[in-house]
T-cell receptor, first 115, second 112 residues
Framework: NAGVTQTPKFQVLKTGQSMTLQCAQD?????MSWYRQDPGMGLRLIHY???????DQGEVPNGYNVSRSTTEDFPLRLLSAAPSQTSVYFC??????????????FGNGTRLTVT | GENVEQHPSTLSVQEGDSAVIKCTYS??????FPWYKQELGKGPQLIID?????GEKKDQRIAVTLNKTAKHFSLHITETQPEDSAVYFC???????????FGRGTSLIVHP
C-alpha cells in the first residue's frame, strides 16, 4: 500500500518559472490538502479539497492553484515562483469528508528551492 | 478560529528519561487531538490520538492526556530512546471542522 506519494522529492526553480507538484493517494480518501513547512512556522495550510471537483483556500493560498479532477490526485501549481515560496511542501489526506475524528496521512514531501 | 500553542519548542533529554510536550487550544468545541512524529526528511506520521470522551490513552511508551476544562493536552514519552529523536506536532481541529490547526512543533533530542 503506497499511501500518499509526492513527486518530485527535490526541485530547484528560477524566479518566475512555473511548475506542478504532484500528489497521489491510493486509499480512496475524500479529503486532501497541501501544507508548507518553514522553520519555526509549523505546518501552514495552502489549499484543501473535500472531494473530486471541490477545492478551497487555506491559510496561505496566494501564488498557488489546485484542482481535483479525480479522487486520487491533487496537484499543486506554482504560477510564477518567488523566493518566498522556498519551502518543504507536504500533501496529506484523510478518509472522512466532514469527519472530525480522522488523522491525516502525509506524503514525504517536496523540497523546493526558488533562486 | 482555533489557536494551538505548543511548548517547549526544543526538548533535550538523556536516554531513559521521560519527555512531556504540552499543547493548549482555544476552541472548547474541539473534540479530537492527534499527535504526529516527523523524522528527518519524512512527512509527519500519527503516533497517538485522543478523543474528548476520554482523559488518557496509552500505547506502550507513549501516552496522551487531555484536560478539557483547562483546554490542554499533553504527550508523554517514557524511557526515551535515541530513535525517539524527532519533531513532534500536536493538532486540534476547531469544533465542526475537519481541518486541524497545528502547533509549531517540538524538537525532541534524546542523548545516548
Amino acid at each position: 500500500n503506497a499511501g500518499v506519494t509526492q513527486t518530485p522529492k527535490f526541485q530547484v526553480l528560477k524566479t518566475g518559472q512555473s511548475m506542478t507538484l504532484q500528489c497521489a493517494q491510493d486509499m480512496n480518501h475524500e479529503y486532501m490538502s497541501w501544507y508548507r513547512q518553514d522553520p519555526g512556522m509549523g505546518l501552514r495550510l495552502i489549499h484543501y479539497s473535500v472531494g473530486a471537483g471541490i477545492t478551497d483556500q487555506g491559510e496561505v493560498p496566494n501564488g498557488y492553484n489546485v484542482s481535483r479532477s479525480t479522487t486520487e490526485d491533487f496537484p499543486l501549481r506554482l504560477l510564477s515562483a518567488a523566493p518566498s515560496q522556498t519551502s518543504v511542501y507536504f500533501c496529506a489526506s484523510s478518509p472522512d469528508r466532514g469527519s472530525y475524528n480522522s488523522p491525516l496521512h502525509f506524503g514525504n514531501g517536496t523540497r523546493l528551492t526558488v533562486t | 478560529g482555533e489557536n494551538v500553542e505548543q511548548h517547549p519548542s526544543t526538548l533535550s533529554v538523556q536516554e531513559g528519561d521521560s519527555a512531556v510536550i504540552k499543547c493548549t487550544y482555544s476552541d472548547s468545541a474541539s473534540n479530537y487531538f492527534p499527535w504526529y512524529k516527523q523524522e528527518l526528511g519524512k512527512g509527519p506520521q500519527l503516533i497517538i490520538d485522543i478523543r474528548s470522551n476520554v482523559g488518557e490513552k496509552k500505547d506502550q511508551r507513549i501516552a496522551v492526556t487531555l484536560n478539557k476544562t483547562a483546554k490542554h493536552f499533553s504527550l508523554h514519552i517514557t524511557e526515551t530512546q535515541p530513535e525517539d529523536s524527532a519533531v513532534y506536532f500536536c493538532a486540534a481541529p476547531p469544533g465542526g471542522s475537519y481541518i486541524p490547526t497545528f502547533g509549531r512543533g517540538t524538537s525532541l533530542i534524546v542523548h545516548p
